[in-house]
């Protein structure tokens, strides 16, 4: 051995082609896909995005085409397998061409009332706008709700 690390095997990368296909289009893909879903959403432009994409996508799937099996758009993009994410690689142009017609979404206003009488919806408005809302938050009532507002305003 001459020191160098490199990767000998009497194995053709062909016999195992699912490998290299998991890590193009479940890891760099949809890595690709969430980042720029979270792009949107901190450029103010998720409510678009979400009715863009999800728009380009139902088009996409009455085609009904074997070669580009996409599922609803889902801005985790939950229920999706290695195949959607390679057919939406296949349409990543069409499917991002949208950006150049995203309205910013409606700039958020904290009601004018004191946090202690903010209903469930005002206080997920606010964790949202922040940053802070969590896909968890839905299953939990509204005093939990109100404790993390409450927490957070308090670190500021």
């Given at each position: 051995?001459?020191?160098?690390?490199?990767?000998?095997?009497?194995?053709?990368?062909?016999?195992?082609?699912?490998?290299?296909?998991?890590?193009?289009?479940?890891?760099?893909?949809?890595?690709?896909?969430?980042?720029?879903?979270?792009?949107?959403?901190?450029?103010?432009?998720?409510?678009?995005?979400?009715?863009?994409?999800?728009?380009?996508?139902?088009?996409?799937?009455?085609?009904?085409?074997?070669?580009?099996?996409?599922?609803?758009?889902?801005?985790?993009?939950?229920?999706?397998?290695?195949?959607?994410?390679?057919?939406?690689?296949?349409?990543?142009?069409a499917f991002y061409h949208g950006f150049k017609i995203m309205k910013m979404d409606k700039?958020?206003?904290?009601?004018?009332?004191?946090?202690?009488?903010?209903?469930?919806?005002?206080?997920?408005?606010?964790?949202?706008?922040?940053?802070?809302?969590?896909?968890?938050?839905?299953?939990?009532?509204?005093?939990?709700?109100?404790?993390?507002?409450?927490?957070?305003?308090?670190m500021d």
């Amino acid at each position: 051995m001459d020191g160098s690390c490199h990767l000998v095997s009497d194995y053709e990368l062909s016999s195992y082609i699912d490998v290299p296909m998991h890590i193009l289009f479940h890891g760099v893909a949809k890595e690709t896909f969430l980042l720029i879903t979270r792009w949107s959403k901190a450029h103010m432009l998720n409510e678009s995005a979400k009715r863009c994409f999800s728009l380009v996508l139902e088009d996409i799937a009455k085609l009904k085409l074997d070669f580009i099996d996409v599922q609803p758009f889902s801005p985790s993009f939950g229920g999706w397998l290695n195949y959607n994410f390679s057919a939406l690689a296949r349409i990543a142009n069409a499917f991002y061409h949208g950006f150049k017609i995203m309205k910013m979404d409606k700039q958020y206003e904290a009601p004018k009332k004191p946090q202690k009488y903010w209903i469930r919806k005002e206080n997920e408005a606010w964790l949202r706008a922040h940053g802070k809302y969590e896909a968890h938050f839905k299953k939990k009532d509204h005093h939990f709700i109100d404790a993390e507002v409450k927490r957070l305003m308090s670190m500021d």
